[in-house]
């Protein structure tokens, strides 16, 4: 049901679904809780929503702490983005390392991104819509981030069209994570 890519982060992975295309149009299944299942993967999402991107935008790096963190399953319907993923659990091998997941509304390929990651992406083309599944809902007092330019994460912008929300988060190296 899909291609599975495993990503240099533990537990983040690149989920290709099938995609049928004909004389009408592409059909895709993003999710199917069964072969979730199978995977070890999350299947009780609370939440989805979408956001829609000029080009040039960047949203990042977002996440929610504890006791309201949340898994992600996220993926492109329209445009192309670059999406990143940040490992910021503290005892993980990988901390404070990144990785880069090419998104469009053509392969319609998910991110399916665990507790304990930062996500953010940036908009490649005129225009994006990204969607968002997570496992808990959206609780404002745990909502955090980090920096988008304080990882190494050489984006293909210096100056980016951000929020002023994202553009004061803190930077990585004076971030004490509760993961």
């Known amino acids: 049901m899909f ?6 982060l533990q537990g983040c992975l690149k989920l290709t679904p099938k995609t049928f295309i004909d004389r009408r149009g592409q059909f895709t299944k993003v999710f199917h809780e069964k072969a979730f299942m199978e995977l070890g993967l999350e299947t009780q ?8 991107s000029h080009q ?9 702490t504890p006791p ?16 990143v993923v940040l490992d910021i659990r503290k005892d993980s091998p990988t901390y404070g390392q990144f990785d880069l997941f090419e ?13 304990g990651f930062a996500h ?19 609780a404002p007092n745990n909502d955090e981030g980090i920096l988008w330019n304080s990882f190494g994460m050489k984006w ?6 951000i929020s002023e929300r994202d ?3 803190t930077e990585l190296s004076k971030f004490n994570s509760p993961f």
């Open 167 to 169: 553009a004061g988060f």
């Open 103 to 115: 998104l469009n509304g053509e392969s319609v390929s998910c991110v399916y991104i665990p507790k």
């Open 156 to 161: 293909p912008d210096e100056s980016p069209v």
């Open 68 to 83: 309201e963190d949340h898994i992600k399953l996220v993926y492109c319907t329209r445009g192309h983005v670059l999406d």
């Open 3 to 8: 291609e599975i890519q495993e990503s240099k």
């Open 120 to 138: 953010g992406f940036y908009t490649i083309s005129e225009g994006s819509t990204m969607v968002y599944k997570v496992s808990t809902v959206h």
């Open 45 to 52: 999402f609370t939440e989805e929503y979408f956001s829609v």
């Open 56 to 64: 040039g935008v960047l949203r990042g790096m977002h996440f929610q």
